[in-house]
């Protein structure tokens, strides 16, 4: 975001004469492949989309909240708080991943086609957004559209999204970074008429990128940081010309800003069941994750994949992969604009190791082996404690924006048009040493039942504090009764669940389940009735809590037998409803 790029590329690409073949392949084109390409990738979604979801217990979470905000707008209820979980403590809608603005502006689909499709929806587009504002801003600051497209390819298919895909509050917010850099861009290097305006939309826009992910914007604004003072060192010759435009444009930017987060981050801050910190981020990339492919790229071998899972950022947080072929390549790009004595190459150069260095953690590990050398992140950390709950190695997302900028610009630094298209097709080659080794599936086998999806759930009065079993206080098994919660639209308010809580002011991601809970599972675990003493301490739970109802699903193993334990602990007379054995709590 400096004339380190703008002196170098221009603003804009030089004008042809319009012809609708060309508007269509250069324009249309691209995003109509990303979508074909984003449908095979979900396409296990697409072929049951109300039954589950991409991303496991996280994927059900994000339906969750889109039910839940939906839920809140229709019964004009405050979005910003739910008790439908946890209840009746329930939790601080701010401090959790709901996409608050995505979820609200999505309210009508989602009571039109159900909160899990919506979701799905939402999961299959973010890469197509992601790729699709890359290219734009490619396209716009280098005029070639093919270089463009390669690299947003990258940006929006790359390993962030192939491991990311049902993280949603990553994947949606990733489209306003290329769009960020470009008014950045504007305000810092071009400067186009009224600062004031570009301070305006870059104030706005951060502004929804915060209520889709907070997480995002930091990862933004470290980076952007850091970009804008290796520019200032760079062009140091006309920083006097450039700095009243650019001081201008900010200062509009952070009130703007600051404007449109009052209401929600005030409530985050102080509200109900806010937190005194938030939830550390231990993982971070491997120094070998940079050329070592896992399990989420189809060219990896299976000592590959075994190398990776002793990595501190196992699984799908390994998302740093870059390899060797296309870091040979970008070698070539920047050898070429370095001959060419150009400050964008050194502008981008420092940056990227930036990237790469912060998501290496607080501490180095090197093919698996911490090396107890310090990483910058912890340098950070020191300084910014608010910044220890951010996930180290998902600054991996701007390092994968910087790689597709390098290979845009450079590409388009290529002035002979038979070098040109040899140089993308290089590129093409070295992207496909990323292609995922399968769809974006990792979806949770979620069990169905016609009393959540059909109308026997009316027989639980709307509202009512409803224990279901079975439940754990784990993920996958509090993602299954969300999952009955949204079937039947919010009807009733759950025990436990899988969320960001607060305790006190601390986080926890999950919630000790009350004693008659515990009790009536450990029932079904052990096929033996509880103890007196577990009897009695459970009737006193369960009288203190204000659960209303106790709902048996089929898939209790001993289901009999937990019936007979509620019947002792509540008093209540369990009677079969659908599929279910429905038992209503007296009242005290």
């Known amino acids: 975001m400096s004339t380190a790029v703008g002196d170098d590329l221009g603003d804009a690409p030089v004008r042809r004469e319009w012809s609708w073949p060309r508007f269509w392949s250069s324009y249309w084109l691209p ?36 039910e839940s905000v939906q839920h809140s707008l229709w019964h004009l209820q405050n979005p910003l708080f739910s008790d439908a979980m946890n209840t009746p403590t329930g939790l601080n809608v701010m401090w959790n991943t709901a996409l608050i603005i995505v979820s609200t502006l999505m309210a009508p689909l989602t009571a039109l086609i159900g909160a899990v499709a919506t979701a799905g929806l939402m999961m299959l587009l973010a890469p197509v957004l992601s790729a699709t504002c890359a290219y734009l801003v490619f396209r716009r ?21 192939v491991g990311q895909a049902g993280h949603l509050h990553l994947t949606f917010a990733a489209p306003a970074l290329p769009l960020i850099f470009y008014l950045g861009y ?41 970009a804008t003072v290796i520019a200032v060192v ?4 006309v920083l006097r010309d450039r700095l009243r435009y650019a001081v201008i444009g900010l200062a509009w930017a952070i ?20 937190l005194n910190e938030g939830i550390p981020g231990y993982q971070s990339l491997d120094v070998a994750g940079l050329v070592t492919p896992s399990a989420l790229q189809r060219f990896a071998t299976s000592a590959d994949i075994a190398a990776n899972y002793t990595y501190p950022a196992g699984g799908v947080e390994n998302t740093g992969y870059l390899g060797w072929p296309l870091l040979a390549f970008m070698a070539a790009l920047l050898g070429l604009l370095v001959i060419r004595r150009t400050r964008f190459a050194i502008w981008w150069l420092i940056t990227a190791v930036a990237s790469v260095a912060l998501s290496f953690g607080a501490v180095i590990y090197i093919n698996g082996r911490r090396t107890d050398v310090a990483g910058p992140w912890q340098l950070v950390i020191e300084h910014l404690p608010l ?46 040493t990323l292609f995922p080794a399968q769809r974006y599936d990792g979806m949770l086998n979620l069990a169905q039942s016609s009393f959540f999806s059909g109308s026997g759930v009316k027989a639980i009065p709307a509202g009512s504090a409803t224990l279901v079993l079975p439940l754990r206080a784990e993920p996958n098994a509090s993602a299954q009764v969300m999952y009955w919660q949204i079937q039947s639209d919010f009807r009733f308010k759950m025990v436990g669940g899988y969320s960001v809580f607060s305790v006190d002011g601390t986080p926890a991601y999950l919630v000790g389940l009350p004693k008659y809970a515990t009790v009536l599972q450990e029932t079904d675990d052990t096929g033996r009735l509880p103890a007196g003493s577990d009897v009695t301490l459970a009737r006193i739970s369960a009288a203190t809590t204000g659960v209303r109802y106790i709902v048996l699903t089929s898939e209790l193993q001993h289901r009999d037998l937990v019936a007979a334990a509620a019947v002792e602990i509540t008093g209540c007379t369990p009677r079969p409803v659908a599929d279910v054995l429905l038992c209503q709590v007296p009242l005290p």
């Open 141 to 161: 600051l280098s005029g070639h559209p093919l270089a463009s497209a390669l690299g947003a390819t990258l940006y929006g298919f790359g390993p962030f999204f």
């Open 387 to 432: 910044l220890e709950s951010l996930v180290a190695v998902r600054i991996t997302l701007a390092t994968t924006f910087l790689v597709a900028l390098v290979i845009a610009f450079g590409l388009a630094a290529i002035q002979r048009r038979r070098n040109y298209l040899i140089g993308c097709g290089a590129a093409a080659l070295a992207l496909l």
């Open 234 to 237: 760079l062009n140091l010759d």
């Open 255 to 274: 009130p703007v800003a600051v404007v449109l987060l009052a209401i929600p981050l005030g409530y985050q801050f102080y509200g109900p069941l806010t």
């Open 31 to 66: 995003p109509a492949l990303w979508f074909l390409f984003a449908c095979i990738a979900f396409s296990e979604f697409l072929a049951h989309p109300t039954r589950s979801l991409p991303g496991g217990a996280d994927g059900v979470l994000f339906a969750w909240y889109f």
């Open 186 to 226: 504007q305000l810092f290097v071009t400067q186009p008429g009224n600062p004031r305006r570009i301070g305006c939309q870059l104030g706005g826009l951060v502004a929804v990128a915060m209520l889709v992910s907070e997480e995002v914007v930091a990862i933004v604004a470290i980076i952007a940081v850091i």
